[in-house]
């Protein structure tokens, strides 16, 4: 995986530094052929711009892709740590689908609304219980 990514940005940062030792000699044959010196001045130094956020895009782009990938991890496992704890698990607890299933139905049997009428919020209990019993057992 890490030539994948390194293989990309080293052929462009070749291609850039071959670009950047151009420049001079582009400069020398415009001063040679009398072209007014300033449009070519302002031209390089616009292109080395371009060059320099190009090179800055290609190394970040790989980075940028990585640092996402770790956010949407740390975010799932708090979604899974959620569902745990919805089910009456410790925190940090890893249960087997058949305990996972058997929390479920404990869970459920406490807070179903056809069980606990009085109770305005056992209908969204019992919803949440669901929804974490799905989650874990990806049914």
């Given amino acids: 995986m890490f030539f994948i990514i390194s293989f990309p940005i080293a052929f462009t940062l070749d291609a850039t530094i071959n670009i950047i030792l151009l420049i001079p000699t582009f400069l020398m044959i415009c001063y ?9 001045l302002n031209f390089c130094i ?14 970040a782009t790989p980075f ?3 640092l996402i990938f770790l956010f949407i991890t740390m975010l ?25 299933n058997k929390a479920f139905r404990s869970r459920a049997l406490k807070c179903h609304p056809d069980k606990n009428p009085n109770d305005p919020n056992a209908a969204s209990k019992f919803k949440k219980i669901k929804s974490a019993h799905e989650l874990l057992t990806n049914s």
Wanted: zero cysteines; aromatic letters at 10%.
């Fill in 32 to 40: 040679y052929l009398f072209i007014n010196m300033e449009e070519v």
């Fill in 46 to 59: 616009d292109l080395y711009s371009k060059i320099i956020k190009l090179a800055i895009l290609i190394i």
């Fill in 64 to 66: 940028a892709v990585l």
């Fill in 76 to 100: 799932t496992k708090t979604v899974e740590e959620k569902a745990y704890e919805e089910l009456g698990f410790d925190k940090g607890v890893r249960a087997s689908e058949s305990e996972i």
